[in-house]
């Protein structure tokens, strides 16, 4: 039987996370703090939840993060996990003053994460799950394999940005994502970011054991019918946000819900990719 392909992801942006939301919040402790957390004491307490179920996943760090927590990529680099760029100062492509200030800055995010793991990332993710209009130029000159930025498919696809001006189809995979399956969206809190409320434990994981569902019978089906499918499981995490003693405890009630199907398969984005390439050509 074919199993139902997940991706655990998490995005390590510590600080970087809020001083790229308000420039002020480099000169607040207690802003910093929080993104430090995700370093101190979140990514371990995520790493200890992924030996417990002697899980793979993928992580996207910013260059910035690598250079100033220089324990952090040896610490993830373990032969089994996938780490990909994140930019190297976690700014919204559109807030790049031009196209080489971006490219500059993916680049830098590049070298230090090359020096580091020894291998160069083949994978984008966007700071701001957004493109600027030179992004795909700049990921594509870069020779990326893949990206995890876009809403639109259930499915792996290949990246086609051509709803809008000048987009196009890329040879990039595009590994969908969306704003249900990330912990921020229920829990990222600040009294600054107005409206924003922390959603209860419960809540969140009866969302995401119910979209893993429908996935999977989705999946399933498309395997009855075709013999094989492109949908997939993506979650993306923050290790300041799911690495709360509480929220880490959804994570592991999700990976239990999931495993109970008894035919799941966590699988880094690199596996994914390679995959799907095998399957279906540029
Ligand atoms: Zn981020």
Not at 153 to 170: F, H
Not at 198 to 203: A, D, N, R, T, V
Not at 251 to 277: P, Q, S
Request: with cysteine.
């Amino acid at each position: 039987m074919k199993k139902m392909p997940v991706l655990l992801t998490f995005d390590v942006d510590g600080e970087m996370i809020w001083r790229c939301r308000d420039p002020e919040n480099a000169n607040r402790p207690v802003a910093l703090s929080l993104g430090e957390y995700g370093i101190k004491c979140g990514l371990p307490r995520v790493l200890k939840t992924l030996k417990k179920f002697d899980l793979p996943a993928t992580f996207f760090v910013p260059g910035f993060i690598a250079e100033k927590y220089p324990h952090v990529i040896p610490l993830l680099n373990d032969g089994r996990n996938d780490i990909g760029n994140h930019s190297y100062s976690h700014t919204y492509p559109d807030k790049f003053p031009s196209k080489e200030a971006e490219e500059e800055d993916y680049k830098k995010a590049q070298k230090i994460l090359t020096e580091q793991l020894g291998w160069e990332p083949k994978g984008y993710r966007s700071p701001a799950w957004e493109y600027s209009v030179h992004s795909l130029d700049i990921i594509e000159e870069m020779g990326f394999e893949y990206a995890s930025n876009m809403m639109g498919s259930d499915s792996i696809e290949y990246l086609d940005t051509s709803a809008v001006p000048g987009g196009r189809k890329s040879n990039i995979v595009e590994l969908p994502i969306h704003w249900i399956l990330d912990d921020a969206a229920f829990w990222m809190y600040s009294v600054r970011i107005v409206g924003k409320a922390m959603q209860p434990l419960e809540s969140v994981l009866d969302c995401w054991c119910r979209e893993f569902d429908g996935l999977y019978e989705d999946f399933m089906a498309e395997v009855a019918e075709k013999g094989d499918s492109d949908i997939c499981f993506v979650l993306t995490c923050h290790p300041q946000i799911i690495g709360r003693p509480s929220r880490v405890s959804v994570l592991e009630r999700l990976i239990e819900h999931m495993n109970g199907t008894g035919n799941v398969e966590y699988i880094t984005a690199k596996t994914a990719v390679e995959r799907f390439r095998a399957r279906h050509e540029a």
